[in-house]
């Protein structure tokens, strides 16, 4: 008689952003690179990720301003978008403060509690970088924790942009 040797279940998973960058018109007077794009998690162990959050962190913070699907978790100014992206919400109340002190922003899905393995979880997101700003470049970071993975996963990329 054989018996199957059951495997080992694991976490583990994936970030990366996927971006464009939108540059201002010359014409305009208040001038902004846009850069939309989605933060992507991918489940690419064998175990259920529980308690999804994501930070991104913006290095300077000063003069960008991040937005997407982020609200509470009852309401999202971006409620109807046209997307099957989901709707975020920050983790702090304090939110505001922080990110401007550390360009760190730390946000929870409304509705998804679990990441089945194979599964993915998007932020969809956008950001506004003045091109009057006293830097002249801004790098976005991206990193993935749950309940499995404390200590997080960095994203493969980072988003940076100098003008």
């Known amino acids: ?48 990720l529980n308690n999804p959050m994501i930070c991104i962190r913006i290095k300077p913070p000063q003069d960008v301003r991040l937005g997407g699907k982020i609200g509470s978790v009852t309401h999202t100014a971006l409620m109807i978008d046209g997307t099957n992206t989901e709707a975020w919400h920050y983790i702090d109340d304090n939110w505001k403060g922080k990110s ?22 998007i932020f969809a997101n956008e950001l506004w970088i003045s091109t009057s700003k006293e830097e002249k470049f801004v790098i976005v970071e991206g990193f993935f924790y749950c309940d499995e993975i404390k200590n997080g996963i960095a994203a493969l990329n980072t988003i940076t942009v100098n003008f």
């Open 100 to 121: 401007l002190e550390t360009g760190e922003h730390w946000l929870k899905p409304n509705h998804r509690k679990q990441l089945e393995p194979g599964e993915n979880l």
């Open 1 to 48: 008689m054989f018996w199957k040797k059951k495997e080992l279940e694991y976490a583990e998973g994936l970030s990366w952003f996927s971006y464009a960058v939108m540059l201002p018109d010359m014409d305009e007077d208040e001038r902004e690179v846009n850069v939309i794009g989605n933060l992507i998690i991918k489940n690419t162990g064998t175990a259920t």
